[in-house]
């Protein structure tokens, strides 16, 4: 049997290429990152859950008019998406101060903001993914003004369309990461979707008690993490088949 081409290796997932051309496999591992690669770990079964996971909200994001990578899902590990050139900009939408916005403004986690606020950060492990603003993304070209305009406004509709999804199953987004590619489609260039959306980079908590259900458990050491991830995807009406 061939063994299919590596195209990449990410803290949580590896690309190979997929069985036609402008297309690729997104595997994911159960391997956990934290702190900029400082803490690792393996949360068993994640893998098959952020898949599951990805795969149902790129879906109901699809179906809202939010143009996303996903084809789809081909195993429990892996799902087909569209080959983009990835734009290296981590983008952070908040409703609610928790985890490094908490620390640098002094504000008490759990604080809801005053209204969305969207983050921009550099994807580079060796600077450990410093803020930027669009000024650093457009002055160094990582994205055009054009760009930024369509990822920001994708962003928040991407934010409106989860939170009511979540309020829905009795969870609050705190905040999320998002990752956006340039689609080419012969002279044609589209933003879309890129990466995944699994509790691996938002936080969710119970709408009730404020319990974290998502990475936060691995990053705090506040054990239970695959329980979590396990019931985000209950909430969602996905479990894994057995
Ligand atoms: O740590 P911080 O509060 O800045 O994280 C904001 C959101 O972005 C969290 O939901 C976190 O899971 C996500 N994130 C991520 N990957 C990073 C940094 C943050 O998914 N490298």
Request: charged share 30%.
């Amino acid at each position: 049997m061939s063994r299919r081409r590596q195209v990449y290796e990410g803290k949580a997932k590896v690309l190979y290429e997929g069985p036609e051309p402008g297309t690729l496999i997104q595997y994911f591992k159960d391997d956990a990152t934290a702190f900029n690669n400082q803490k690792k770990g393996v949360i068993t079964g994640k893998g098959v859950l952020n898949n599951r996971i990805s795969e149902y909200l790129m879906i109901k994001l699809g179906e809202v008019g939010i143009p996303t990578h996903f084809i789809r899902r081909v195993n429990m590990r892996e799902q087909l998406i569209k080959e983009v050139e990835i734009i290296p900009i981590e983008v952070v939408v908040r409703n609610v101060a928790a985890g490094s916005i908490a620390q640098r403004f002094k504000l008490e986690e759990g604080t809801p903001l005053p209204r969305s606020i969207v983050e921009y950060y550099y994807k580079s492990d060796e600077l450990g993914d410093p803020m930027v603003t669009e000024e650093h993304i457009t002055a160094f070209g990582w994205a055009t003004y054009q760009e930024i305009d369509e990822i920001l406004n994708l962003a928040l509709r991407i934010n409106d369309f989860l939170s009511g999804l979540f309020t829905g199953i009795g969870l609050r987004l705190i905040d999320f990461k998002v990752e956006f590619g340039r689609l080419w489609e012969d002279e044609d260039m589209r933003i879309v979707l890129a990466d995944e959306i699994s509790p691996d980079n938002c936080r969710l908590w119970d709408a009730r008690t404020n319990e974290k259900l998502d990475k936060d458990r691995f990053r705090r050491d506040l054990g239970n993490v695959q329980e979590a991830y396990a019931e985000i995807a209950r909430r969602l009406g996905i479990l894994p088949e057995a």
